[in-house]
């Protein structure tokens, strides 16, 4: 599964969505992963729980569709002054085992 939540507006979605959906499947492709589904939502909402594409997410992961879910960086899932609802995201993930994977080149060639 790849989750994207960049842009502001859902209407047209801009050249930050296109960059991380490219890098999410070069991700997947180079290490043999499938994406089943790209879920995204529109930047904003700091609490992953209550975006809509989030709680997609969660319910694929509580039924055991997906394994791994790729973002490009973590802000992706929460932004740095809610740190710790990312950190409760991925904690969460984790005890269902699901991975959470970078897909940022910064990140993900430090097997993050």
Known sequence: MLYVCVDRARVAPGGATQRARTEGHAYARERGLAIAEVVTDTYGEPDPARRRGWQRVRQLAQTGDVTAVLVRWPS?????????????????????????????PPLSSKGL
Do not use: F, K, M, Q
């Open 76 to 104: 992706t899932i929460a932004p740095e002054p809610a740190h710790e609802l990312r950190h409760r995201e991925v904690a969460w993930l984790h005890e269902l085992g699901v991975r959470v994977r970078y897909t940022w």
